[in-house]
């Protein structure tokens, strides 16, 4: 379309989305926003129609940490809008880039508890990176170069951008406006200036620190995922041999089959990798937040380490451990940059001696593996032994999606993730029902790659009408339920913590019945209940390409996470594996 | 009550709809302390000044201003330490002057170069401008008197000339 020539707003909406890029939308529509469904009939992008605002949301996020590219969802005033704030806090905690399209009531109706308005800026405020609320249709263009380019730059984020119907409804003199092709010259963003580039002094500062260490370890973060900075650490990590964990949020950022990798720190982290941390000298923090659930009771984590924290985002540095080297800026520039001043400090001949580190590191990683307990004959299934098939079944590039609690922790501690963005879950704000829609936003970006939700019951009553969506839509993701009859991660607390009085967290064994439910939401549907089904089940899943699959494990409830270090404690109190309880005298 | 724990930060902002609901919002979910607040336009109508003073007790100065920094519309942040500020206050206050009391009430108005902006035979309303700890010792000053309303500004600041 040339410029100048007169659109409606609605038509320059659907058009600004074009332009920048947007293959797929996850939307759902209703009165505030049709003006918009009606062009979007002759646009080249994808509409998904969820069944849920909220499976739109997650979607978009699935698909942006899929592919790198932000995520968009669209959506209707009032309820549309409340329906989709769960995703956008999401987001926001993960630092996910996506944009939101929310209808609100014609402009003039603002303020009027008119109907189906509510106040979609106000209330998202607090878990957008930024939203706009458009008041003229000329400004659309504008606006929505500014939110992609506010979502996908410095920390990324969610952007929303609210849209009074007047302003896009053709039959309203309001919405006529003269198109134009936005580009960075018209953004009017005066405030918004991210800071990519490290300071030199301070990447050297840090460089001699590194050199210097006895006891360093990497700890990484999404970070660096989001700075796309996987080769830039590996190349560190094995130039100056330095052991790594990765968060939660940055599984496969480094590949667990290398030597260097300790795996996840945290709360439910492995040994090794939580007590490397503790006993640290030196924390070089690379793109993570510090946490609580990596740092357990603030006092004791890691007293003997010194921190470099490179962040992107300045207001993290200092927030909640001093740094002795804050470096704000872009992993991956930082990291390079790091590289180049170790070389000219004389290269890796130079550092101090850490044999002994690593022979003590490799120690906790011999007498601390990860473990448990193969089912007895007649027991139901283990989980992890479930997550270690599935494992085994796929190739190494399999997106996995997972939910929130047990089955979560139990797919971060077992799959063995070897390469960037093939894990995607919700990690900051732990939101049950993430990983159906978040698999089939993954797959709607990645249609190539075989994509697995790993489940829980609870999460799976949560969301699990998306399969509807994927079926229709012909989104054939893979669902692994992991139907332990329970609340597992809550009831795990209540076992540890509340002396195994189990409050409201039995959810039924046969209600719902998961394989009529999946078949009727047009999926094939298989339920596993003993050990030498399971892996024939996952492959006779992965046969079935012409719709989505659900998989029924039917596992065993009291199965427990561990390592764990209980919530108040530091990590030097971390509980390991019943059955290695007996070797951490003289550890710790 | 330390004078130092106040420290002034001086915002341009964006002159937008919703501006200072972003910015009071930040600070009510990030737990930090508003001791005071001022909104004013500046000299450029596209842009408006926030100036408010918070307690550096109830949060690392660091944190609020970069979080403040993180909001796209805040275009420019200073932040003024007590030392390095000359900083004023605006109050007005209506206060009983009876008759017997009017003689006295006149010479503290006339000893704190207070304005008399209103008097009539039962009161008098006053304007005073001064560091925000001055507002506070005339206030105790006339409180015998009966105050009978009083507004204050919330403070604002400029760096000290050297
Ligand atoms: C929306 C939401 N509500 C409540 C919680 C609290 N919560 C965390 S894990 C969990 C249990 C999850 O159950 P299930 O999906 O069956 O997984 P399991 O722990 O049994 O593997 C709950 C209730 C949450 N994280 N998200
Ligand atoms: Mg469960």
Redesign the pocket.
Known sequence: MSDNQQISGGEALVKSLEHEGVDVIFGYPGGAILPVYDPIIDSSIRHILVRHEQGAGHMAEGYAHATGEPGVAMVTSGPGATNIVTPLADAFLDSVPMVCITGQVPYAAIGTDAFQECDTTGITMAVTKHNFLVTEAQDIPRIIHEAFHIATTGRPGPVLVDIPKDIVDPTNARSAMNWYTATDADMELPGYHPVAEGDRELIRQAAEMIRDAERPVLYVGGGILKARAADALRELAEMVQIPVVTTLMARGAFPDSHELNLGMPGMHGNYSAVTSMQKSDLLISLGARFDDRVTGKLDGFAPDAKIIHVDIDPAELDKVRRANVGIQGDCRLVIEGIITAMRELGGTEVQADRSVWRSTVSGWQEKFPLTYEQSAPGEKLKPQYVIEQLRDGNPSDTIVAS?????QMYTSQWWEFDHPYTWINSGGL????FSIPAAIGAKAGMPDRRVWAVD????FQ?TAQELVTASVENIPIKVAL?N?S?????RQWQEMFYEERYSEVYLQERVPDYIKWAEAMGCAAIRVEAPEEVSPAIEKANEINDRPVVVEFVTDARENVFPMVPSGATNSELVVDPTQQHLLEGEQ | MSADRFHTIVTTVENKPGVLARVAGLFSRRGFNIESLAVAPTDDDKFSRITFTVDVESAPLEQVVKQLNKLINVVEIRELAPSDAVSRELMLITVSADAGHRKELMEIIEDWRAFVLADNSDQIMLSFSARTARLDEFEECLRPFGIAEIQRTGRVALPSLD
Do not use: I, P
Request: glycine share 34%; with cysteine; net charge negative.
């Open positions: 939910g929130v609690g047990q089955h732990g939101t049950m029902g829980g019951d609870g999460c949560m992991l332990n329970y609340l597992g991660m809550v």
